[in-house]
């Protein structure tokens, strides 16, 4: 009881109220500063400059491009899973449950304010109702084209999707391609139509269904680098803008372009199964290739399933032991060396652009403004108090920017 009293009496001491006063003010200042620092976090990450941002910087090209060959890898066994073994013969419903699985993951997402904001300034309603119908064509008549045609006349096709995106992107946004890149898609392209030369199989309607994919997937290509990179769009933003109308467009399509008999269909779980598993693989498509798309160009995410084509043809070579011919090989390395020389060129060209830019964002140093008179070389520092200048460095043009960029550094 002694102690008990004397305890008391110790915390009524006026320092020890202080003390502990002077902590809980503290521990309120730490609380508040945590608070402001989780809703900064907040705001980047729901604002769209913000969300773009984080976008650029946790998936750059390579992770982007390597994410969607992964995916794009797997999504072909899968689909060919489902519509042969599976035995789902529609395509153009294939596709409608892909899109319908994206966008409840992504309303999921939204419910949970996980998903990024659309930017501050607005886009037109014209280019995403473009953009999400042309969305619907590209990939419903892709997957019809993969019904009725072989993989090799598929690839074929594909080839003419690099020359119409350089067309059009020279029209709408006079973009132009040098020489030295021409000819490595040039290159590119004929070891593709050598590699798959052996495996041209194609039916009448499905040649015709595949003429009339060319145009709108070079557009979707165009319009999905575009919006990312010119108005700050991020991938899953743009998703969740255009899906709806995407889906629109593709159940008006299932009529014209899908076999009756889907009430037939055999919906037991393990068929279920597989269609959703490559419904979440689609989803996982879309949203690696809107990055893709956001991180480089359309021609270089064209470039990039063309290498894939080859990877996985060398890859029944020396993996499984399938032999498609001394021709096809050769072709298909062909197509890896232009690759190779393409990505060299982009690089380039992306190193010298990001030099440029940040020497245009760099200040002007204390230095070089006070050595404002510049003439033939002779570089005047004035001395102090207001006497005479002194000439120095005469002559040494190049180490001017050395100075500057000390005086940055330190």
Not at 192 to 217: E, K, N, R
Not at 347 to 357: C, E, G, N, P
Request: net charge positive; with cysteine; proline share 4%.
């Amino acid at each position: 009881m002694l102690c008990s009293r004397k305890m008391f009496n110790f915390l009524l001491r006026k320092d020890i109220r202080k003390i502990l006063k002077r902590k809980d003010s503290d521990a309120g200042e730490r609380g508040r500063a945590l608070e402001d620092l989780r809703a900064s976090i907040f705001n980047e990450l729901r604002s769209s400059e913000g969300a773009r941002r984080q976008q650029q910087r946790l998936c750059g090209p390579a992770a982007a491009l390597t994410f969607n060959f992964v995916v794009a890898v797997g999504i072909i066994f899968m689909n060919k899973l489902v519509l042969k073994n599976v035995g789902f013969h529609f395509p153009i419903l294939l596709t409608f449950i892909h899109y319908l699985v994206s966008w409840i993951l992504m309303a999921i997402l939204n419910a949970f304010s996980i998903l990024p904001a659309s930017p501050s300034k607005p886009t037109r309603s014209s280019t995403l109702f473009a953009l999400g119908f042309v969305m619907s064509l590209s990939t419903g008549l892709a997957n019809v084209s993969l019904k009725y045609n072989s993989v090799g006349f598929y690839q074929m096709s594909k080839i003419a999707v690099t020359p119409s995106i350089v067309l059009a992107e020279f029209i709408l946004y006079k973009k132009k391609v040098s020489v030295s890149k021409v000819l490595a898609l040039a290159v590119v392209s004929i070891g593709v139509a050598v590699a798959t030369v052996t495996d041209l199989q194609f039916h009448l309607f499905g040649a015709c269904v595949a003429l009339a994919w060319i145009i709108p997937s070079a557009v979707n290509k165009i319009l999905w680098s575009s919006l990312q990179q010119q108005e700050n769009w991020t991938a899953l933003a743009l998703m969740w803008k255009t899906t709806p109308i995407t889906l629109f467009f593709l159940v008006t399509l299932i009529p014209w372009l899908d076999p009756p008999g889907v009430l037939s269909f055999d919906w037991n779980f393990m068929n279920t199964s597989a269609i959703f598993m490559s419904a979440f693989l689609g989803f996982l498509l879309q949203w690696s290739g809107a990055l893709a798309l956001g991180a480089t160009s359309a021609v270089s995410h064209v470039v990039l399933g063309q290498f894939k084509t080859c990877v996985i043809l060398l890859g029944n070579y020396y993996i499984f032991g399938s032999n498609p011919g001394t021709t096809s090989i050769c072709g298909a390395f062909t197509a890896i060396a232009g690759m190779t020389v393409y990505t060299y060129l982009n690089l380039k060209v992306q190193s010298t652009k990001a030099s440029s830019r940040q020497a245009s964002l760099l200040p002007k140093s204390k230095l070089s403004k006070e050595n404002s008179s510049v003439h033939d070389g002779t570089y005047a520092i004035p001395s102090p108090r207001g006497a005479p200048s002194v000439d120095v460095l005469r002559g040494l043009d190049i180490v001017s920017p050395w100075i500057e960029h000390c005086t940055y550094e330190f």
